[in-house]
T-cell receptor
Framework: DARVTQTPRHKVTEMGQEVTMRCQPI?????VFWYRQTMMQGLELLAY????????DSGMPKDRFSAEMPDATLATLKIQPSEPRDSAVYFC?????????FGPGTRLTVL | DQQVKQNSPSLSVQEGRISILNCDYT??????FLWYKKYPAEGPTFLIS?????DKNEDGRFTVFLNKSAKHLSLHIVPSQPGDSAVYFC??????????FGEGTQLTVNP
């Protein structure tokens, strides 16, 4: 039963600290997405990759967020420095075609 | 600009009755539509989809209807079960892998 995995599941950090979230997409999927869910904004697309190449990161605050795919089995989302307004649940999803399959999310709390 | 809208934040139905969740979109370039279900502390789970060349797709208790002229789609669940209680998101794609999500509707099925 192939699934998208994300680590860590929960992260509490202090303002100004660096945060790295990791995602292992489903093997064989050629697209990977990062979303953020807050109470106010619903599911917000931050960035996505196709065949490991970044296609769109216009949803991310460029000065503090970065997304990479160092290889086909790992996608990372980094926030440096983190701010309290970054507190949210961050989802990774992978897909092939129209359908995306989501991981369980990383709940980030920035104090 | 919210291109996909779910106007009902919540819906409550009795077990065994029909649940109808609605979604409206504005972008006529959308050619594929999906519904996701989300339980608390989990990622969204793909439920059912429909291509713009169809007006109905059925999978067990779940049926999605698409009215392109009205730019409206709906998800019917019949019969509804308490385990269907979750947040339901509709999503749309425009000839690519990128999805635009609605805000979600919280469905509560009462025993």
């Amino acid at each position: 039963d192939a699934r998208v995995t994300q680590t860590p599941r929960h992260k509490v950090t202090e303002m100004g600290q660096e945060v790295t979230m990791r995602c292992q997409p489903i093997l064989g999927h050629n697209t990977v997405f990062w979303y953020r869910q807050t109470m106010m904004q619903g599911l917000e697309l931050l960035a996505y990759f196709r065949n490991r190449a970044p296609l769109d990161d216009s949803g991310m605050p460029k000065d503090r967020f970065s997304a990479e795919m160092p290889d086909a089995t790992l996608a990372t989302l980094k926030i440096q420095p983190s701010e309290p307004r970054d507190s949210a649940v961050y989802f990774c999803a992978s897909g092939h075609g129209h359908t995306q399959y989501f991981g369980p999310g990383t709940r980030l709390t920035v104090l | 600009d919210q291109q996909v809208k779910q106007n009902s934040p919540s819906l409550s139905v009795q077990e065994g009755r029909i649940s109808i969740l609605n979604c409206d979109y504005t972008n006529s370039m959308f050619d594929y539509f999906l519904w996701y279900k989300k339980y608390p502390a989990e990622g969204p789970t793909f439920l059912i989809s429909i291509s713009s060349i169809k007006d109905k797709n059925e999978d067990g208790r779940f049926t999605v209807f698409l009215n392109k002229s009205a730019k409206h789609l709906s998800l019917h669940i019949v019969p509804s079960q308490p385990g269907d209680s979750a947040v339901y998101f509709c999503a749309a794609s425009d000839r690519g892998s990128r999805l635009t999500f609605g805000e979600g509707t919280q469905l509560t099925v009462n025993p």
